[in-house]
C-alpha cells in the first residue's frame, strides 16, 4: 500500500490542499488535474466529509503518484482541515490519571467521560499558543486525533473501525488552574481550562486510517525545548477508540469531519509540577504521522 497523507498548506494566495506521498509533496489540484484524477480534488476539509466518496480515488492518484520527488518545496503547513466538532477524552490512560490523581472506577463499571472543545481553539503547525493573562499553569497533552469519515448513529464496538477516515496530531493545551473551580459545587471546568483560542494545535497532515495500521498500537509523545515528556503508546488506553466512538454514538449522531482526541499518556506538566513557560516550543509526534511543532507565548510569565 503507498503510505500518503492530506495536508493544507499556506500560500500567498490562500490556502492549498497537498498531498504528501512518501517525503514529497505535491499540490493537490494540480496533481489531480495532471493525472486524470479531477474528482478527488477540493480542500481537505471537504473531502474529509466526503471521505467515502474521495477515498478509493485519493489512494490511485497516491499510487499513481509514487515516490518520485515533489512539486512543492518545503511548504508551510496549516492545520490540515476544519474539524466539525472537538471530542476529547479525559483521563483515558491510567498513568496520567495516577499523575493527576483522578480516582477512577472500574472499567466496567465506568463509560468513557468526553468532553467538547471548541473548534475555534484549532491553530496549525508552526502557529503559537497564546496563554492569555488569566493562565499561570499551561500544560500539554499529546494525543492521536481520530478523524471520522462517516455518520453513524448507535453504533456497535466491532463497527466502529469502519467510522473512521484517518487520524492527525492533536496537542491538548490545558490551562491547569482553570479547569478546576472552588466557586461552584463542581470540581472541574473542562470548557473553561481547555478551549482558549490556540489551545488545540493540530496536524501536521490527516493519515488515512488504512496508512497508519492499528491505531491501538501507536506509539506518541510530547518534547518541551527538546526535552522528552510524554512517551507512551495507544496500547494504554482504558476505553480504546472503538469504544469511545459507540459511547459517543449513543448520544448524538456522529458526522464526517468530527475529531477525537482520544486521551493523553503520562508526563504532562501537571504531573511533574512543571508547566509551560514564555518562549517554550512544544513538539507533539505520533509514530506514522509525523511532529506537530508550536512555540508559546506567554508574556506574563517567566522565560526558559
Not at 490562500?14 to 480534488?41: E, N, Q, W
Request: proline share 6%; hydrophobic share 45%; with cysteine.
Amino acid at each position: 500500500m503507498t503510505w500518503f497523507a492530506l495536508a493544507t498548506r499556506a500560500t500567498p494566495e490562500g490556502p492549498r490542499a497537498t498531498i504528501r506521498v512518501g517525503d514529497a509533496f505535491h499540490d493537490l489540484h494540480d496533481a489531480a488535474a495532471k493525472l486524470g484524477f479531477a474528482a478527488v480534488a477540493g480542500d481537505v476539509t471537504a473531502i474529509v466529509r466526503d471521505w467515502d466518496a474521495r477515498r478509493d480515488g485519493l489512494f490511485a492518484l497516491a499510487r499513481a503518484l509514487g515516490a518520485g520527488s515533489g512539486t512543492v518545496a518545503a511548504p508551510q503547513l496549516a492545520a490540515p482541515f476544519e474539524p466539525r466538532r472537538i471530542f476529547a477524552a479525559a483521563s483515558n490512560f491510567i498513568e496520567h490519571a495516577e499523575e493527576m490523581q483522578t480516582k477512577l472506577a472500574a472499567k466496567a463499571e465506568s463509560e468513557p467521560y468526553i468532553f467538547l472543545k471548541t473548534v475555534e481553539s484549532v491553530v496549525g503547525p508552526g502557529a503559537t499558543v497564546v496563554v492569555p493573562p488569566q493562565v499561570s499553569r499551561p500544560d500539554w497533552e499529546v494525543e492521536l486525533g481520530v478523524v471520522l469519515g462517516r455518520a453513524g448513529k448507535n453504533v456497535a464496538v466491532d463497527a466502529a473501525h469502519e467510522m473512521i477516515a484517518g487520524y492527525t496530531i492533536v496537542n491538548d493545551v490545558s490551562a491547569r488552574d482553570r479547569t478546576r473551580r472552588t466557586d461552584f459545587p463542581f470540581s472541574h471546568d473542562w470548557f473553561r481550562g481547555k478551549s482558549f483560542d490556540s489551545f488545540t494545535p493540530l496536524g501536521p497532515v490527516f493519515v488515512p486510517r488504512d496508512c497508519l495500521g492499528d491505531p491501538h498500537d501507536v506509539r506518541l509523545g510530547l518534547k518541551v525545548n527538546g526535552e522528552a515528556m510524554q512517551d507512551g503508546n495507544t496500547s494504554e488506553m482504558i476505553f480504546n477508540i472503538y469504544e469511545q466512538i459507540a459511547y459517543l454514538s449513543t448520544i448524538l449522531e456522529l458526522k464526517a469531519g468530527d475529531l477525537i482526541a482520544s486521551g493523553t499518556p503520562a508526563g504532562v506538566g501537571m504531573g511533574r509540577g512543571v508547566f509551560l513557560k514564555d518562549g517554550d516550543v512544544m513538539s507533539a509526534w505520533v509514530d506514522g504521522i509525523g511532529e506537530l511543532v508550536n512555540p508559546v507565548s506567554a508574556p506574563h510569565l517567566p522565560r526558559s
